[in-house]
């Protein structure tokens, strides 16, 4: 895996705005979440597949700093990379900004336990520690 970040774009849904005419601060979790289930997806290594596996990954830690503001239908890109990853956790982090001219609109992290079915924590499968560690150093 190399280290370079994912990107994807979207756009601000109306379902996204407030009565302040910007992005509602709680979407911004949701947003991360799209981030890095692309990440992992363009990865070859999906959700569904650590689900098979009987793995999942609920956030244990989130921050959000908010940078500026976002409107409805206004074009957005977001970068998404894995930083800090340890055997038992994984951090991703994110930073959106306007598509066409980079102002910043957020940036913040989540980091991911690594538990099974019943949410106990576990040790990843092989396969998930080679992603967190392995190419890393």
């Known amino acids: 895996m190399d280290d370079q970040p994912h990107?994807?774009?979207?756009?601000?849904?109306?379902?996204?705005?407030?009565?302040?005419k910007t992005y509602y601060n709680a979407r911004v979790l949701e947003w991360f979440e799209f981030g890095r289930t692309e990440f992992l997806r363009a990865l070859g290594k999906p959700y569904r597949l650590w689900e098979a596996e009987?793995?999942?990954?609920?956030?244990?830690?989130?921050?959000?700093?908010?940078?500026?503001?976002?409107?409805?239908d206004d074009l957005l890109r977001m970068t998404?990379?894995?930083?800090?990853?340890?055997?038992?956790?994984?951090?991703?982090?994110?930073?959106?900004?306007?598509?066409?001219?980079?102002?910043?609109?957020?940036?913040?992290?989540?980091?991911?336990?690594?538990?099974?079915?019943r949410g106990r924590a576990i040790r990843p499968p092989t396969w998930m520690a080679d992603l967190a560690v392995g190419e890393r150093g």
């Not at 990107?7 to 849904?13: E, L, T």
Request: aromatic share 10%; net charge negative; proline share 6%.
């Open 80 to 117: 998404t990379v894995l930083s800090r990853p340890s055997r038992a956790r994984f951090r991703f982090d994110n930073r959106i900004v306007h598509d066409a001219t980079d102002e910043p609109v957020c940036h913040g992290y989540t980091v991911h336990v690594v538990v099974d079915s």
């Open 54 to 72: 009987g793995v999942m990954l609920p956030i244990h830690e989130a921050h959000i700093q908010f940078d500026g503001p976002a409107q409805y």
């Open 7 to 20: 990107v994807v774009r979207f756009r601000v849904q109306y379902c996204d705005t407030d009565q302040m």
